[in-house]
């Protein structure tokens, strides 16, 4: 079947539909967001994330900061500081007034990376009482990383050749049985009917064990703004897991369109921001009179000096 | 100064030009709360809620519980029954998926009941950083309720005569010294300038425990549906202490235009549903093939045996 | 190798080894839990439940309640009274001041449902870091329920004979394929040794997307009791998957140990507690009158009717 | 009566009783915590911090990291590292796997700013069912901090002389006033008596509203490390309110004893760690190369300048 963005013709038809009824509202309302409404960005190679909705912009957090009759906004340089105040002082509540509520198309592995993230509210599609589509996750060839062999949690170098091949042919051919033997279980084709007729089919929430953890699900998933950086700032660092990375990178997007002065805060205090411990802010006053202390001296791992070393030689 | 619903005239004025500006959205909306989208609706002498935003309506509720591509609905009818349905069986996730911010006005110490409700984000004036206003809950005459003898927790019995003269007298006055003594402190007028020029003046989070529990303080609330429900549940309970029963019915009745079909659920199956145990629900059916069993037969203490009665004899 | 109660020897020598080393404690202690610390509590065919710690005993919920200085308790009798109280009253704060700890090994499929539980601190086996072990969840031929054909969420009858052997040789072959091909990918035998010394193995964290969701996790899991309840009065009903159940069963078993009384309270007013919707209390009092009215005269559901007339008839 | 650590004799004498009695345990036990378990720490005028219970250690940490059979300690040495490497990489679920639960009285105001730390649980004295004692909180002369002209948020310079004395009067003879209209509104005497027999008495729960904000209140306080430490970065820093950092630094105290290589790892690398914006590291990085730029060279403005060289400057 034909696909835009990885949803299909009539779904697509179904959010062609809703996007052509527009309403008046007396709420804030961010234009940027509305272009994007319900259309689906792609990731991945079957996934997706669509804004369903949101509540709130940047001049809602001003206005909640100041607890305001009106709209809160003084001047827009106003707000803009502002907002980059409450930012730089982890004056976190403000930014909880917004809200935004994504669906996203994922695979199961992903979405239990996800989960973690537990203030935030989720309405998954139940295998329990539906039967999955058949979609499954195939990395592209470049992204198939070898185990790291310094970080545990981590890729290095990427596979190459017949390893590659053998990679990609393995985790097709494993789904695609695994599916097969889903609907062989259930007694049921791809339309809905008995493959047997004297068979009685099993459960759908006992065939689904046997699909594998790349297997899309999907989800409505709402949290507020606050939350959602932290979740950014976890899953869009170099330490994620590429493809949850994906994800974020698109959300990422999102709020840059949706809370523009909220977004550049962000990225100046928190994304692009630097923590440093007691001593490694100790030695770096020392650099600035004249020479850096060893790992020795400062009585630290090699791991952790390395890790300042290449924060100073700018990462 | 004069004031309406509670709200004096400089604010009112920023609330309508708020209402005078109109956008375009294409996210669910309800045109209900449209109509009164920051109107102040008055609750006791000197508080109020005003809804400040909300996102979704019945039928993203619907749309999330099908983890659809489109509106959700089929049939108005149809998200009716699937409404109740959800809520019959406590699914309560596809609830979670709308959300209402509130700006409310509350005395102290009904704000110290209401934060008992955790799942929430709260923005709270700060009078750490800026001067409360003069204003402090006294109760109605009506509502002088004496302790009640047969319930700790409770209001029998309404004072009256100079009993009832001799409360408000020492409420009203204790409070205005309260604040004179406030300004004094802080060394500041009804302007903002300073009262004694030789004074430096008490700092604003020091002085402003002098302030009684009747005071008024104001926050932003954002809540989800569940959680709202949850809340009203118990606050618009007869448990409930008055003064907080009188923001849970305003509430209540933003709900009723909000999500009419969720709220008949809910007054449905959880407000005026009936909650048994294990030994009333035996009493009852034994009460059906003839007689209730007496407390001493059930082994329970008088006074559940008594609330199964009233409950029996109608509330 | 052998196992006991789903836990191989080495393991065991671990828990043995903790058991050996008592201390001494001021703190509230719960003698039958000390009973089972650490060991485990077979579920399913590898599963396990452990009490790897706990917080507070039924004197700790009386002990709060009161925010007492001392023990809490006046009489053994009168402290059960009050759990009741608090129970029938749904004060659930008391409550979450006892806390627990468990480590639970258990089917990924079923981890998923479980974490939606979000109000409990987990941590979990990284199978980014660590290689998953060659144990997946196949069902006792009791348990391969059909799809029920009246509950879209539910089973019904059993599969049998021929169709039944068929799908424990599906589940038992895709499973032991898969882990082979997780191996393959990885290039990497039982001992942890390359296969094959030219490749260099596709790293962890992409590999185990092929395992499926019948594989077995592990975390360490840590709630509150009134958190606890909530989930076992879900995950110990009836209309829970049955496999989640099983777990669910164990713990109301520790719970019983752990907090006899709250134990006592629970099952009284929530477990075996009724809820009924305003129309179908109503039903009731006509039927203490006379008779039980009719669907149509209810205006509810044939559906919602029939579960009345259940309950009427005794479950 | 007499106190000691702000509890009188009686309490006493049933914390006395409490310690007496030892159990048997094999939970994981902090010594140093035992030594102090529900003894009183003196906080403020009469406000103290007790330590009800707790759950976990260092080793509990390690063992939730590794989700382990056993203790999860390898060595000493390497437990210590493994904790320092989850601090520096916000790996925050193990230390979500230690809970403590505190006894702590303080004044309203506090107890309104300290519950905006939402999760933990809290089980507090009601004044709706008992009296309040008469028990309020007066600055010692050396903090009776002037409103700051740079800070709207903090204290400046001390108040002294005369206006001290006065402001030492009104906070006193206020809330004495307020305690005895208290008592005069319910009609009852210090031993709980009826002051006039022809009165009624106003509920307590209106009562209450008289009392000021400085008031004592207490409760149970329940929390898990991961949030307490959080807790203990806001409120033990230098922006905090001093009352409320009072109760902090004796919290940081007992995590100290609890856990005490967590409690390095916290200092090392959250309290006297370094936060700094993208641009403040790029300034940084131009100073070691010779020279700090101003802030219009960096776009920034003065204050957050100012911050930096403060910081610079060794604070």
Known sequence: MKKENNIDQEQLAEINELRKNSYTTL??????????????????????????????NDSAIVQAARVSYGKGTKKVSEDAGLIKYLMRHSHSTPFEMCEIKLHVKLPIFIA????????????EYSARYSI?????????ENNLGAQSSNNRQG??????????TDVLEILKNDASQAYENYEKMMNIDKEGNALNSEKIGLARELARMNLSLNYYTQWYWKIDLHN???????????????????????????????????????????LNGVKLSST???????LVNGKLP?????????????????LLDGK
């Not at 239990?112 to 309405?123: E, G, K, L, P």
């Not at 890729?155 to 590659?164: F, I, N, P, Y």
């Open 112 to 123: 239990r990376q996800w989960v973690r993230h537990r203030t935030a509210n989720i309405n």
């Open 155 to 164: 890729r290095d170098a990427v596979l190459s050749g017949q390893e590659a």
């Open 280 to 286: 490694a802010w100790g030695a770096i006053k020392s």
């Open 27 to 56: 709420r804030a309302t961010s234009p940027e967001v509305e272009e994007i409404l319900y259309k689906p960005m792609k990731v991945l190679d079957h996934g997706f994330v669509r804004v369903v909705d949101y509540m709130g």
């Open 132 to 140: 999955l589509d058949k979609e499954f996750y195939i990395p592209n």
């Open 294 to 310: 060893t790992h020795e001296e400062l009585n630290i791992s090699k791991r952790e000096w390395n890790e300042l070393k290449e």
């Open 228 to 270: 959602l950086l932290h979740f950014l700032r976890l899953r869009a660092d170099t330490h994620a897991q590429l493809e949850i990375r994906e994800y974020a990178d698109v959300i990422l997007n999102v709020v840059e369109k949706w809370v523009p002065e909220t977004y550049n805060a962000f990225v100046e205090y928190q």
